[in-house]
C-alpha cells in the first residue's frame, strides 16, 4: 500500500515537471506616438513593466507605437470589435465614438494642469469613465493628459486673435477643435496627424495646433518660424479596453491592469507638464523658431473670443448639463487647489 501511493505521487510529480508552463495572455497596446523618449512611450512602457511585474509574467503587454496597426480611429474600432486589446484614442478622435467627450475640449476650460487633473480624478472623471463604457461598450480605464494645444507657423507671430484671421490651421478631425479655429476667424482644416507637417511644408496649410511636444517630436517645429504659447485646449487621451477581453480576466488580473492604466495616466500626465517647457526650449534654441508666450491678458483676449460661440456648439452636440456638470466640477477643483474666490 505505501509503496502503491508513493509511486503513484512520484509519477504525478513529474507528471507535473514535465507539463508545459501556462502560456501568459499577451496584451496588445497600440497608440499614436513613435517608440522614443516621449510622455505616451513612457507610460506606456511603465504599463508593460508593471502589469508583467506585478502579474508574475502571467500577462504580457506587446506595445505598438506609431500607428503600427492603423490610425487612432482604425484601433478605437479594433479595440470595440475585439480584435485588439487596448488603445489610446485622444478626445478628438474619440468624438466620433463618444460625442459627449466634446465637453472636456472647451477652449480655456482648464486654467492649469493640476486643475484638470483634479477633475479627471474626481466624480466627474469617474461618470466620464462609466458613460463611456455605458455608451459605446467599451472599458474606459482611465483619462490622461496629451498636452495643452498651442499654435505654430509660417506666417508670422500669432499675439491676438485678430492674428489668425484669415489663416488656414490644420486641426484634427474634431468638430469642437475645428470650431474653436473658426470662431478665431481662421480656417480650420481637418487632416491627419501623419499628414500635418508635409501639410505645413507644402503650404496646404498655414499652421497647426498640439501641445509643445508633439510639434517638436512630429517634425513641426523644423518646418516653422513662429510658435505662440496660448495653450486653448487641454488634450485628453483616453485608456480604453475591450470589453469582453476585460470581463474574461480573473479579478485579480482585472486590478492589474486597472492600476497599471491609472499608473500610465499618471506618469503622462506629470511628463506632458514637465515636457512642454522642455520642448519648448529646444524648440526656441535649437530648431530657432521664434516663440511668444501668451500673457495671462492675452490669453483672456482668446478666451473672450471663442468660449461663447464653442460652448453653444457643443451644447447642441451634447447637452448643456454636461457643459454646467464639468464647469461645476473645474469651478470646485480651483477652489480645492487654490481656496474660494473674493
Given at each position: 500500500m505505501t509503496f502503491t501511493l508513493r509511486t503513484t505521487f512520484t509519477a504525478a510529480a513529474i507528471a507535473l515537471l514535465a507539463a508545459p508552463p501556462a502560456l501568459a495572455e499577451e496584451i496588445k497596446f497600440a497608440f499614436e506616438m513613435f517608440e522614443g523618449d516621449n510622455p505616451e512611450f513612457n507610460a506606456a512602457t511603465a504599463f508593460k513593466d508593471y502589469v508583467e511585474n506585478k502579474s508574475n509574467g502571467e500577462l504580457t503587454v506587446r506595445l505598438f507605437p506609431g500607428n503600427q496597426m492603423g490610425s487612432v480611429r482604425e484601433t478605437t474600432e479594433m479595440v470595440q470589435q475585439g480584435t485588439l486589446e487596448m488603445t489610446l484614442p485622444?478626445?478628438?478622435?474619440?468624438?466620433?465614438?463618444?460625442?459627449?467627450i466634446q465637453a472636456w475640449s472647451m477652449p480655456y476650460l482648464f486654467q492649469s494642469a493640476p486643475v484638470a487633473w483634479q477633475v479627471m480624478q474626481g466624480e466627474f472623471g469617474r461618470w466620464t469613465l462609466e458613460d463611456i463604457h455605458a455608451q459605446t461598450g467599451m472599458k474606459a480605464?482611465?483619462?490622461?493628459?496629451?498636452?495643452?494645444?498651442?499654435?505654430?507657423?509660417?506666417?508670422?507671430q500669432i499675439v491676438t486673435p485678430a492674428d489668425l484671421e484669415g489663416m488656414k490651421i490644420r486641426t484634427m478631425e474634431s468638430p469642437v477643435y475645428m470650431e474653436m479655429v473658426e470662431a478665431l476667424g481662421a480656417d480650420a482644416t481637418p487632416i491627419a496627424g501623419s499628414e500635418a507637417v508635409m501639410a505645413l511644408q507644402q503650404g496646404v496649410v498655414d499652421g497647426l495646433e498640439s501641445p509643445p511636444p508633439?510639434?517638436?517630436?512630429?517634425?513641426?517645429?523644423?518646418?516653422?518660424?513662429?510658435?505662440?504659447?496660448?495653450?486653448?485646449?487641454?488634450?485628453?487621451?483616453i485608456v480604453i479596453a475591450n470589453d469582453?477581453?476585460?470581463?474574461?480576466?480573473?479579478?485579480?488580473?482585472?486590478?492589474i491592469v486597472t492600476d497599471g492604466a491609472k499608473l500610465f495616466a499618471s506618469i503622462e500626465n506629470v511628463e506632458k507638464t514637465a515636457g512642454d517647457w522642455q520642448a519648448i526650449r529646444v524648440i526656441e534654441e535649437e530648431k530657432g523658431v521664434q516663440v511668444h508666450v501668451s500673457t495671462p491678458d492675452e490669453k483672456q483676449q482668446f478666451r473672450d473670443a471663442v468660449y461663447e460661440p464653442v460652448r453653444a456648439?457643443?451644447?447642441?452636440?451634447?447637452?448643456?448639463?454636461?457643459?454646467?456638470?464639468?464647469?461645476?466640477?473645474?469651478?470646485?477643483?480651483?477652489?480645492?487647489?487654490?481656496?474660494?474666490?473674493?
Open positions: 485622444s478626445d478628438g478622435a474619440f468624438a466620433g465614438f463618444y460625442p459627449p480605464l482611465a483619462l490622461s493628459q496629451n498636452g495643452f494645444r498651442s499654435f505654430m507657423n509660417n506666417e508670422k508633439v510639434h517638436l517630436a512630429g517634425g513641426a517645429a523644423d518646418v516653422s518660424d513662429f510658435m505662440t504659447l496660448n495653450e486653448h485646449v487641454f488634450g485628453l487621451h469582453d477581453w476585460f470581463n474574461g480576466l480573473s479579478p485579480a488580473h482585472q486590478k456648439f457643443v451644447s447642441e452636440q451634447v447637452g448643456d448639463d454636461i457643459l454646467e456638470r464639468i464647469e461645476a466640477a473645474v469651478a470646485q477643483a480651483e477652489t480645492e487647489l487654490y481656496g474660494p474666490t473674493e
